[in-house]
């Protein structure tokens, strides 16, 4: 059984950090190229970040050169750095894998920036 979970959301400051995770389960981690995708209230969800199984990183405008997506297979887990955070990075994140045309999803982790 495949499983995604995120952690690592919270409530932060504008110009604060955090770093969130995803660790997978039940799939072959290094065969899956891994994004993280948010949904704002009220909105659409968007790409945010992804990385393919050679490590080739691809960013939403809105976010480039603030975050920073990555991965360690040896510990099946997907990252984002988050920095510079703003309010409108308020959202829900999820992490996605994607081999082919199967994608498997997360739960979720609520960030919130809100002074």
């Known amino acids: 059984q495949v499983q995604l979970v995120e952690s690592g959301g919270g409530l932060v400051q504008p110009g604060g950090s955090l770093r969130l995770s995803c660790v997978a389960s039940?799939?072959?981690?290094?065969?899956?190229?891994m994004t993280w995708y948010r949904q704002a209230p009220g909105k659409q969800c968007e790409l945010v970040a992804a990385?393919?199984?050679?490590?080739?990183?691809n960013y939403a405008d809105a976010v480039k050169g603030r975050f920073t997506i990555s991965r360690d297979n040896a510990k099946n887990t997907l990252y984002l750095q988050m920095n510079s955070l703003k309010p409108e990075d308020t959202a829900v994140y999820y992490c996605?894998?994607?081999?082919?045309?199967?994608?498997?999803w997360g739960q979720g982790t609520q960030v919130t920036v809100s002074s």
């Open positions: 996605n894998a994607r081999a082919g045309s199967t994608h498997n």
């Open positions: 990385i393919t199984t050679g490590g080739s990183t």
């Open positions: 039940g799939i072959i981690f290094s065969w899956y190229d």
